[in-house]
């Protein structure tokens, strides 16, 4: 927790409300690319930051205070039209929004808030201002380049010429010195002795050499033409020797200036490192051109260049901001509708009546009053449970809000079109289950973009529009939630997934022949397995969709697959609507009763042993001319007796995913909602079991984790 001493409360408010506009601008601004017209979307985003913005200062968070007033002075350009929004804009937009997310989560974390990228900040001020007032600034500038760099020039030049000057001085001293016999000609300003004229030459075309070595022009400045003419020729001209020689003999200032006006060639220092325009990715920033007014180049001398953080180099490293991990931060609050609220506090008020009614009935003869207050308390506290469980429903919104900026990352990396569609965001799931599905989610949104969509030169030459779409919906039924992730891409073969499952020894030859489609886009689930022929920062590593599988059945849910070649594919995933109160189905295995989660149940029939058989050491039932896998859970949990025992005996009929088992247990005591309750941390190791729950007569009952007994025992495939 951020130290703030009496604001504890306030700084979590701000966090919660800060945390619902990301999520919204996330959206917008990924959006806004394809609408950066749009006035109402430009509106909510600088409202979204100018929010944040407002509750940072009010809790004096400086560092996050300055990036949002940046960000919301280039919305505020954009909104009045002063500027139109570029691709190299986009990118730095939309790293300020992953600063402030990255500073959000600092200050929950309770770690220093540390000051926004330099780089960021310059970047964010030169976009902030209107273009037309940019470019007039810029022209200004590249004036007073010239003029300063023709100031430099002509001072470069007369030093050379003083220190020319001294030299021949000294040489002509010497000479009279020893000549003393020529007095006129050492005094003459007419004529100079043959060594002066050589070493004239000789000084004129090392400052020659010098500067067509060290003065190259400044970035965007174009190089006089005399001057690199000039610097290409061992000749001079007549005025750049006359002038030499004026100031060589100590002739007035005035007779040298029309000299000096001339593009001489002398040397000259480059201008300095901060008065060029410099990228914020380390490389000098290329001149902007007529054709591009929003060049990633910059001012040229007051400010850093706006050049795309997009661009690879090591400052992009610097400035990358953290990949947003998804799914990982366990949050321990969440925001309930008033409406809600009242719901519950009005169903409780109907429980204290009801409590009232049975203590008054205490001891009654009144056999028929019982009855009706036990009913009357069976209605209430039936409807106070589901009032309860909506106080934990989240909008799977908070998940599928992170998509947007996902898919747009991942199709510009890959150089891809993909238009990302959301449906049913504001369908109720379990704030657990909320948190639970962003890791599978991303998997397969990452898998439907990088393996199901083509580029768009395989989509045209396919006959498909350029622009891939990819199908992100959620939607109720009954007592479950079905997830939907599907593309219009290349889909897949089931023949191809076999080849591949062989080539890589996920399967044998034998159980290839045996497999039919369903079963076959089932083999993408194998650990190891991967159809990519090159590994990338992507996918290719036969990481991935096994996880998925792992995580989705933990939940209790079940996941398919519908795929056609060149038409794409379609992964659904239903999971139950909440964690913490499941119906289950009541079971005994011999003197102890155990739970089985009801959405795993699909029948349950009479064990008949005349239709049984062994098949490779594993019993089977032949149920409607289909091989069904037996599993004796008394054996699975070690109760001491065997695998059948005196008497009846029941199947039932698990499904998990695409696989049927058939669990063999001794009684049947029918349907019961539970609310599961943790194993603490002393048994939370033991495998097989989801939890425990304390049913109506008191005792305590395990509730079993289906899925982990089948790996136990080897029959999850």
Not at 253 to 266: L, M
Not at 617 to 644: I, M
Request: charged residues 25%; proline residues 5%; contains cysteine.
């Amino acid at each position: 927790m951020y130290e703030m001493e009496g604001m504890e409360d306030i700084l979590q408010d701000f966090l919660v409300e800060a945390g619902e506009i990301l999520i919204q601008l996330d959206e917008q601004l990924v959006l806004l690319e394809s609408r950066p017209q749009d006035r109402d979307l430009l509106n909510a985003i600088f409202r979204g930051f100018h929010t944040i913005k407002g509750g940072a200062g009010f809790l004096n968070l400086e560092p996050l205070v300055e990036v949002c007033h940046r960000a919301e002075n280039v919305f505020n350009v954009l909104r009045q039209g002063q500027r139109l929004l570029s691709s190299a804009m986009m990118d730095v937009i939309l790293f300020s929004y992953d600063t402030v997310k990255g500073m959000l989560d600092a200050i929950a974390a309770g770690k220093t808030l540390s000051q926004a990228s330099p780089e960021l900040l310059a970047q964010l001020d030169a976009f902030s201002e209107p273009e037309a007032e940019a470019a007039a600034r810029e022209s200004s500038t590249a004036d007073e380049s010239v003029l300063d760099a023709e100031e430099e020039e002509l001072e470069t030049i007369e030093e050379a010429l003083e220190t020319i000057e001294e030299s021949f001085a000294e040489a002509a001293i010497a000479d009279a010195r020893a000549a003393e016999t020529e007095p006129a000609a050492a005094a003459s300003g007419d004529e100079i002795t043959d060594e002066e004229f050589e070493a004239l030459l000789d000084a004129l075309h090392a400052s020659k050499q010098n500067e067509a070595v060290g003065s190259a022009p400044a970035a965007g400045q174009p190089a006089p033409a005399a001057a690199a003419d000039s610097a290409a020729s061992d000749e001079i001209t007549e005025d750049e020797f006359e002038a030499l020689l004026d100031r060589l003999h100590g002739k007035s200032a005035q007779a040298a200036a029309p000299a000096a006006a001339a593009p001489v060639n002398t040397p000259r220092q480059a201008p300095a490192a901060d008065s060029a325009p410099r990228a914020v990715t380390g490389k000098p920033a290329p001149a902007p051109t007529p054709a591009e007014p929003q060049a990633v180049a910059g001012p040229t001398s007051t400010r850093p260049a706006a050049a795309p953080i997009a661009e690879a180099s090591p400052a992009k490293d610097a400035m990358k901001a953290p990949e947003p991990t998804l799914g990982n931060k366990e949050e321990t609050t969440i925001r309930v509708d008033t409406r809600r609220l009242d719901e519950v506090m009005n169903l409780v008020g109907e429980l204290v009546l009801v409590r009232n009614r049975i203590l008054t009935l205490e001891g009654s003869s009144d056999g028929e009053g019982r009855e009706a207050a036990a009913a009357h308390l069976d209605l209430v506290t039936s409807s106070l449970q589901a009032a309860v469980m909506k106080t934990r429903m989240q909008p799977i919104k908070k998940v599928f809000g992170r998509f947007p900026r996902l898919v747009r990352d991942l199709a510009k990396n890959l150089g891809k079109e993909i238009e990302l569609v959301l449906q049913g965001e504001d369908t109720d799931l379990d704030k657990t289950l909320v948190e639970e599905l962003a890791d599978p989610l991303v998997h397969l949104v990452r898998n439907a973009v990088d393996h199901g969509i083509e580029t768009p030169e395989e989509r045209l030459a396919a006959g498909k529009p350029a622009t891939g779409r990819v199908l992100l919906s959620a939607q109720q039924e009954g007592d479950h939630i079905l997830i939907t992730i599907s593309d219009d891409g290349r889909g897949m073969n089931p023949e191809v997934l076999k080849r591949k499952a062989l080539e890589k020894g996920v399967i044998d030859e034998e159980t290839a022949a045996r497999l039919d489609e369903r079963q076959a886009f089932n083999l993408i689930f194998a650990p190891g397995f991967s159809t990519k022929e090159q590994i990338s920062d992507v996918s290719g590593r036969g990481v991935g969709m096994d996880v998925v599988k792992t995580h989705i059945t933990r939940l209790n849910g079940a996941i398919d697959i519908h795929s056609r070649p060149q038409q794409g594919s379609t992964f659904l995933i239903r999971l139950p609507l909440t964690l913490a109160i499941i119906p289950t189905l009541m079971v005994g295995l011999g003197n102890q009763t155990f739970a089985l989660p009801l959405s795993l149940v699909r029948e349950i029939f009479h064990l008949d042993m005349s239709q049984t058989r062994i098949v490779n050491g594993q019993q089977v039932a032949l149920v409607r001319e289909e091989v069904l896998p037996l599993g004796y859970l008394a054996q699975w949990l070690r109760l001491g007796y065997g695998s059948q025992r005196e008497g009846k005996s029941y199947v039932v009929v698990a499904v998990i995913g695409e696989q049927r088992i058939g669990l063999v247990v001794d009684s049947l005591y029918g349907q019961e909602e539970v609310v599961i309750k943790s194993l603490g941390v002393m048994l939370q190791h033991v495998k097989g079991f989801a939890g425990a729950t304390i049913t109506g007569n008191g005792h305590v009952v395990l509730i079993l984790d289906v899925p982990n007994l089948l790996n136990a025992h080897g029959l999850m495939h």
